[in-house]
């Protein structure tokens, strides 16, 4: 069981910027791939990125190309997005999740973050 906490959200003026934690802890942590979901109200959940853990390849959602950038720090076992140029329609809960093969779906997920931006 992989255990992961999400930080970093908050109240933020269009524009601004954020960047979100997510720390994994457990059994010793390997995965193929940590991606980044949001759940605005209302909505569904939806994906934002991904990154492969070993090679650091990233893959974004339409929305999020060009303002969002994901990245990881193997040796904290720890992924990050930054979200910049932030707008009203980004206001969501952040999840990150993982991926442990990729013949498998995110299994493991965070308790999400939550990203409000207004003025």
């Known amino acids: 069981q992989v255990q992961l906490v999400e930080s970093g959200g908050g109240l933020v003026q269009p524009g601004g910027s954020l960047r979100l934690s997510c720390a994994a802890s457990?059994?010793?942590?390997?995965?193929?791939?940590m991606g980044w979901f949001r759940q605005a109200p209302g909505k569904e959940r939806e994906f934002v990125a991904r990154?492969?853990?070993?090679?650091?390849?990233?893959y974004y959602a339409e929305a999020a190309k060009g303002r969002f950038t994901v990245s990881r720090d193997k040796a904290k076992n720890t992924v990050f997005l930054q979200l910049d140029s932030l707008k009203p329609e980004d206001t969501a809960v952040y999840y990150c999740?993982?991926?442990?093969?990729?013949?498998?779906?995110?299994?493991?997920w965070g308790q999400g973050t939550q990203v409000t931006v207004s003025s």
């Open positions: 999740a993982a991926r442990p093969t990729q013949f498998q779906d995110y299994n493991d």
């Open positions: 457990g059994r010793t942590f390997s995965t193929y791939a």
């Open positions: 990154i492969r853990w070993n090679s650091g390849t990233t």
